[in-house]
């Protein structure tokens, strides 16, 4: 009887607990897809992945890079997330887009690096940009039934190249660095062709073609006057007449241009516009002083102080009247002079001039020592006995 019992209990263990434990054990599905993607021998059909698993990086043009306008090449790398190179699951990536500031402007496959189906994929385009400024450049990345999965940006600077000068200008008055007066300043140009085109019969002959005719003068970048070139043989003047009178530091460009008003070339050369001086300049001998006795050398040394509330266009020396020239050299206000003084008493003047034509002068009385003539030492008579000793 006992065997019995325990024969039913298995049997309803059998009927009931087995179904149950059955009824919970998930279904395990593998599916396999062949991309159709070349595979070397050894391999099998990649595991195809969800959107968004896939890291766009575009290579070319770099971000902040500065582009001429016209053709842009373009090129994308799309690689797996995490996933190592090598291994069975499948690089998704089919069809790049690009778009510029937002708008589609081409489409490029993405092709493997590798033979496998993880290898990274590249795809290269060309866009065309010509308008100058800055532009975003995407590429969004999209498998064969078109779902995203990723995108990079860069941004790029077109500027547009500026022409190029096909004819030397040179500007020959004033000279750079010149020191002018305020008021009228004459203007001379010349154009030199660097570039001569090949010769047909509508042209002129090359000693007598140049393309400059239009000058353009500008003061500190403001257009003052506007010439015309004048041709002498292959050569091309302009002349102009400009007004500066705000004293200080200035800049004159002239740019010339061909009859369409096409730029060729330009130069700027800086002036300085001297302020007028209302007073006569101020003058001071420094050395020798009044009265000082000098003694007699080959050259003796002048120092001057000279300063002007315009500027100071000369210093002159004199000794008794006659003159001696200007100054050898000179540092700020201070003027120097090298001469030969002969002995005695001397007057010595300096004059000053400054750019307005007004002179003032200083003299001092000097008095140079005549030459100290030092008798040589006399040889000893020779050594003679001493005989007369008591």
Same mark, same amino acid.
């Given at each position: 009887?006992?065997?019995v019992?325990?024969g039913?209990?298995?049997l309803?263990a059998?009927?009931f607990?087995?179904?149950?434990? =059955?009824?919970v *054990?998930p279904a395990?599905t593998? *599916?396999?897809v062949w *991309?159709g993607i %070349?595979?070397p021998?050894?391999?099998?059909?990649?595991?195809?992945?969800?959107?968004?698993?896939?890291k766009?990086?575009?290579?070319?043009? +770099?971000?902040g890079?500065?582009?001429?306008p016209?053709?842009?090449p373009v090129?994308?790398?799309? =690689?797996? @997330?995490?996933i190592?190179?090598?291994?069975?699951v499948e690089?998704?990536t089919?069809?790049a887009?690009?778009?510029?500031?937002? @708008?589609l402007?081409?489409? =490029?496959?993405f092709?493997p690096i590798?033979?496998?189906?993880s290898?990274?994929t590249?795809?290269k385009?060309?866009?065309?940009?010509?308008?100058?400024g800055?532009?975003?450049?995407?590429?969004?990345a999209?498998?064969?039934?078109?779902?995203?999965?990723?995108?990079? #940006?860069?941004?790029v600077?077109?500027?547009?190249a500026p022409?190029?000068p096909i004819v030397?200008v040179k500007?020959?008055h004033?000279?750079?660095?010149q020191h002018?007066?305020?008021g009228?300043v004459?203007v001379?140009t010349?154009?030199?062709?660097?570039?001569?085109?090949i010769?047909?019969?509508?042209?002129?002959?090359y000693?007598?073609?140049?393309p400059?005719?239009? =000058?353009e003068?500008?003061l500190?970048g403001k257009?003052?006057?506007?010439t015309t070139?004048k041709q002498v043989?292959?050569?091309?003047i302009?002349r102009?007449?400009?007004?500066?009178d705000?004293?200080?530091? +200035?800049?004159i460009t002239?740019?010339?241009?061909?009859r369409?008003?096409?730029?060729?070339?330009q130069?700027?050369v800086?002036?300085?516009?001297?302020?007028?001086?209302?007073?006569?300049p101020?003058? @001071?001998?420094? +050395?020798?002083?009044?009265?000082?006795?000098?003694?007699?050398?080959?050259t003796?040394?002048?120092?001057v102080f000279a300063?002007?509330?315009g500027?100071?266009?000369?210093?002159?020396f004199f000794?008794?009247?006659? #003159?001696?020239?200007?100054?050898?050299w000179?540092y700020?206000?201070?003027?120097?002079?090298?001469?030969?003084i002969s002995?005695?008493?001397?007057t010595i003047t300096?004059?000053?001039y400054?750019n307005?034509?007004?002179?003032?002068?200083d003299?001092?009385?000097v008095?140079?020592?005549?030459p100290v003539?030092?008798? %040589?030492?006399?040889p000893?008579?020779?050594?003679?006995p001493?005989t007369?000793?008591?």
């Amino acid at each position: 009887m006992k065997t019995v019992k325990i024969g039913l209990v298995f049997l309803l263990a059998l009927l009931f607990v087995v179904p149950a434990c =059955a009824s919970v *054990t998930p279904a395990i599905t593998a *599916t396999a897809v062949w *991309t159709g993607i %070349p595979l070397p021998p050894h391999t099998t059909p990649g595991i195809p992945l969800p959107p968004h698993t896939v890291k766009v990086k575009i290579v070319q043009p +770099h971000n902040g890079q500065h582009l001429k306008p016209g053709k842009v090449p373009v090129a994308a790398m799309a =690689a797996l @997330k995490h996933i190592p190179v090598g291994s069975a699951v499948e690089n998704p990536t089919a069809i790049a887009e690009v778009y510029i500031d937002g @708008k589609l402007v081409a489409k =490029a496959p993405f092709k493997p690096i590798f033979r496998m189906p993880s290898s990274p994929t590249v795809a290269k385009t060309e866009v065309d940009i010509k308008s100058p400024g800055v532009h975003t450049i995407t590429v969004k990345a999209f498998d064969r039934n078109h779902r995203f999965l990723g995108q990079d #940006s860069v941004r790029v600077v077109v500027k547009t190249a500026p022409p190029r000068p096909i004819v030397d200008v040179k500007i020959l008055h004033p000279h750079d660095g010149q020191h002018l007066k305020p008021g009228k300043v004459p203007v001379a140009t010349m154009a030199v062709p660097k570039i001569m085109p090949i010769r047909d019969k509508s042209m002129p002959p090359y000693w007598n073609w140049n393309p400059a005719k239009i =000058a353009e003068v500008y003061l500190d970048g403001k257009l003052v006057a506007k010439t015309t070139f004048k041709q002498v043989w292959f050569r091309a003047i302009a002349r102009a007449l400009i007004t500066i009178d705000k004293p200080g530091r +200035h800049t004159i460009t002239v740019k010339a241009f061909d009859r369409n008003h096409r730029f060729l070339g330009q130069d700027s050369v800086r002036v300085v516009v001297e302020r007028i001086a209302d007073k006569p300049p101020v003058v @001071k001998i420094l +050395h020798p002083r009044d009265g000082q006795c000098l003694p007699d050398a080959r050259t003796q040394f002048i120092k001057v102080f000279a300063k002007d509330d315009g500027r100071v266009t000369k210093v002159e020396f004199f000794v008794d009247g006659k #003159s001696i020239g200007p100054a050898n050299w000179h540092y700020g206000n201070c003027y120097e002079k090298l001469t030969h003084i002969s002995p005695g008493r001397h007057t010595i003047t300096a004059v000053a001039y400054d750019n307005a034509g007004h002179g003032a002068e200083d003299s001092v009385t000097v008095c140079v020592m005549p030459p100290v003539y030092v008798m %040589p030492p006399q040889p000893l008579p020779p050594h003679q006995p001493i005989t007369n000793i008591y």
